[in-house]
């Protein structure tokens, strides 16, 4: 674990776009993807979220922690409680710098597109 590595509750964590692709780069259906997860007890669940990195987060003064990571965080949110810690990493001064250009909310909602091949 890094120093820029820590653990942050889900529900702490705001979205820097105010919309997400409902489809993963390969084409998966995300609501598909949460679905089959939901069958899973929590600590599996838990289980799966700790294989993938951890999200890339920044700090706003006013909004608190934003992501750039805003699929995962949807999918994290709709199966964790609010409160539940998962790990997180601190962007780095690149990544915070392309994040500022392409922020387009406040972090506080955020609007699943239609997946456009289904």
């Known amino acids: 674990m890094s120093d820029r590595d820590m653990c942050l509750p889900v529900g702490l964590i705001g979205w820097s776009q105010d919309s997400v692709s409902g489809s993963f780069g390969n084409g998966q259906d995300i609501r598909i993807?949460?679905?089959?997860?939901?069958?899973?007890t929590n600590d599996q669940r838990r289980a799966v979220i700790a294989t993938y990195d951890p999200l890339r987060v920044v700090e706003f003064r006013d909004q608190g922690w934003?992501?750039?990571d805003n699929r995962l965080l949807y999918i994290f949110r709709a199966l964790l409680l609010p409160e539940t810690s998962i790990s997180v990493r601190l962007a780095?001064?690149?990544?915070?710098?392309?994040?500022r250009k392409k922020l387009t909310t406040e972090g506080a909602t955020i609007v699943l597109r239609s997946n456009r091949h289904s």
């Open 33 to 40: 993807a949460i679905e089959a997860l939901r069958s899973l």
């Open 66 to 68: 934003i992501t750039l």
């Open 92 to 99: 780095t001064t690149e990544e915070a710098k392309e994040f």
